[in-house]
């Protein structure tokens, strides 16, 4: 029963979310918005009859979360224990665990609609790729995002944060709350990957060739700079490489022991230890393809990450270098919270199937980077034509 009452009251607030966003974004659709929640919640379904028919993590977090009864913290601990302490008061309400997968998934979803909120303000150019594939439409509705970010877990509220966050950045002032609330829910589910994004944002407002005032520049570096120092002992910790002496030494045998440990509890491990740089940030982006699919779940995701790995070709040329040096800051930004991401956790990834569950974190950053550099390439080429156009026609009068 409380199922059921949790979907109405999500569809009635969906509507009501779904009509503000629109209102004061003009350049969203109502229609692609109603639609990404049908095909998330297809997700959900799908995601949960494959909870119940092999082993899920979400069965153990909703087991955690009921034993913690009244006994939780949302601010003490981070991680996994963040899952169980942050599930427990709605577990504690009655809360089943189909409806905890209903509210995670809803979360998921949430992070898509920021991040199309991201795409669209910063990138008002529509996008047609093989062909005639509306882009942004082949973003938002990739099977693989959709199906690692419908369930009770890690995956959908950290989407759910970094698109928060991201999104705030663009105007950090009139958005501090969502700022805050982003932030909060990707630094206490994963504490490194908040410093990704902030060295990102740091690096993107210092070489941008937006005009940025320098007191903002200069109080955003600051307060960047002062939240990682205070939360440096957590991040840390988290990589297990406090206390010592050599952080680059220990960083790499945690990274060792890790990779070792995640490629002997899975079928579908890849020795990346091995892996020169390259062939592991290939592995981490474009892999499983055809060739290495662990099951059937593999073969839906090799076909998207052959889209993946056709996009990124599309970067693939001297342009873009030019591009990426002279780009805005949110485009900066996105391109080194995805180089330092991926570069991380190829040190830690060994198995195919984890793989396709953590870079759902990360990938928007890269699409949001191609993205971008497709929009400029198209604005370029409508500006030679229509200067073609204007120099043809004072030619013939």
């Avoid at 996008?127 to 890690?154: A, C, E, Q």
Wanted: aromatic content about 18%; glycine content about 6%; some cysteine.
């Amino acid at each position: 029963m409380d199922f059921i009452l949790l979907l109405f009251f999500i569809v009635f607030l969906n509507q009501i979310l779904i009509s503000n966003i629109v209102k004061r974004n003009p350049l969203l659709s109502k229609k692609i918005l109603n639609l990404l929640f049908l095909y998330h919640l297809l997700f959900f379904i799908i995601y949960y009859v494959f909870a119940i028919i092999s082993r899920s993590d979400s069965l153990v977090y909703y087991t955690k979360a009921s034993l913690a009864g009244d006994d939780y913290s949302l601010f003490k601990y981070t991680g996994t224990l963040f899952i169980d302490n942050f599930s427990a008061p709605f577990v504690s309400l009655g809360f089943s665990y189909e409806s905890m997968m209903l509210l995670y998934s809803w979360f998921g979803y949430i992070g898509f609609v920021f991040a199309y909120m991201f795409f669209k303000e910063n990138i008002p150019v529509n996008i047609t790729v093989f062909r005639n594939y509306d882009l942004m439409k082949l973003l938002l509705f990739l099977p693989n995002m959709h199906f690692w970010t419908s369930s009770l877990g890690k995956g959908s509220l950290i989407f759910m944060g970094l698109m928060i966050f991201t999104y705030s950045l663009k105007k950090p002032r009139n958005r501090i709350l969502l700022l805050l609330i982003g932030g909060y829910f990707v630094y206490m589910i994963r504490p490194p990957v908040m410093l990704f994004v902030l060295s990102g944002a740091m690096f993107g407002l210092l070489t941008g060739r937006e005009k940025i005032s320098i007191g903002l520049r200069i109080s955003l570096v600051i307060a960047s700079l002062v939240f990682l120092y205070g939360a440096s002992t957590t991040i840390l910790a988290v990589a297990k490489i406090q206390n010592t002496d050599n952080v680059i030494e220990d960083f790499q045998k945690n990274s060792d022991v890790q990779s070792e440990r995640l490629e002997s509890t899975a079928g579908s491990g890849v020795a990346m230890q091995s892996y020169p740089l390259p062939l592991k940030l290939f592995t981490f982006w474009f892999r499983p393809l055809f060739f290495d699919s662990p099951s059937v779940l593999g073969l839906f995701s090799s076909v998207e990450n052959l889209i993946y790995l056709l996009l990124f070709l599309k970067i693939c040329n001297k342009r873009f270098l030019s591009f990426i040096r002279k780009a805005p800051y949110m485009v900066k930004m996105s391109a080194v919270t995805f180089l330092l991401a991926s570069f991380a956790m190829t040190f830690v990834m060994s198995n195919l199937g984890i793989i396709m569950r953590q870079k759902s974190m990360v990938m928007y950053f890269g699409f949001f980077v191609i993205y971008y550099f497709l929009a400029e390439e198209k604005w370029k080429k409508d500006q030679k034509e229509k200067k073609y156009f204007r120099e043809t026609n004072l030619n013939l009068e």
